[in-house]
Nanobody, 122 residues
Framework: QVQLVESGGGLVQAGGSLRLSCAASGRTVSRFAMGWFRQAPGKEREFVAGITWSDGRTVYKDSMKGRFTISRDNAKNTVYLQMNSLKPEDTAVYYC???????????????WGKGTLVTVSS
């Protein structure tokens, strides 16, 4: 079993930055790949970025490259999502997830946090 708790969401103006955190706990958390997903009102949940605990390999959705950076701190069992140059269309609930591999389909992830809301004002 893996428990995930997100934090760091909030209200930010367009062009601003936020850093989200995902604290993971559980006996086998290091075996999982981690991902950030987001879901805007009325839209499907979409992949943002993923990272592996073991070697830090990262994968990004193409539209996120250059603005978002995923990283992890193995000692703290925490994954981060640094978001820069935020746009109003980035407004969504951001979820942390864990799964056997980095997959872009949300159905491929096994564990989910409750999410943290990011609101970008214009």
């Amino acid at each position: 079993q893996v428990q995930l708790v997100e934090s760091g969401g909030g209200l930010v103006q367009a062009g601003g930055s936020l850093r989200l955190s995902c604290a993971a706990s559980g006996r086998t958390v290091s075996r999982f790949a981690m991902g950030w997903f987001r879901q805007a009102p009325g839209k499907e949940r979409e992949f943002v970025a993923g990272i592996t605990w073991s070697d830090g390999r990262t994968v990004y959705k193409d539209s996120m490259k250059g603005r978002f950076t995923i990283s992890r701190d193995n000692a703290k069992n925490t994954v981060y999502l640094q978001m820069n140059s935020l746009k109003p269309e980035d407004t969504a609930v951001y979820y942390c997830a864990a799964g056997g591999a980095i997959v872009q389909n949300p159905r491929g992830m096994d564990y989910w946090g409750k999410g943290t809301l990011v609101t970008v004002s214009s």
